[in-house]
């Protein structure tokens, strides 16, 4: 079994929809204006003896939408 963790918090979460699948989410509405880019780090380690782990960094960048 793989288990995955994000380092960056809010505003985005790990769901996990299907045993096998994980997918990273906001917790809410993006602004360009407060922050334009995000680095998140996603980690995935198994069960197993020795434990094998990989990381990813994941860098987002928040486009714009006419709001006016």
Do not use: I, W
């Not at 979460?13 to 780090?41: A, G, I, W």
């Amino acid at each position: 079994e793989v288990h995955c963790l994000l380092d960056g918090g809010p505003p985005f979460r790990l769901e996990k929809p299907f045993e096998d699948h994980y997918r990273t989410v906001t917790t809410r509405e993006l602004d360009r204006e407060q922050m334009s880019e995000y680095n998140l780090t996603e980690r995935a380690h198994d069960g197993g003896s020795p434990s094998l782990q990989s990381s990813a960094v994941l860098a987002l960048r928040v486009l714009d939408v006419n709001d006016n």
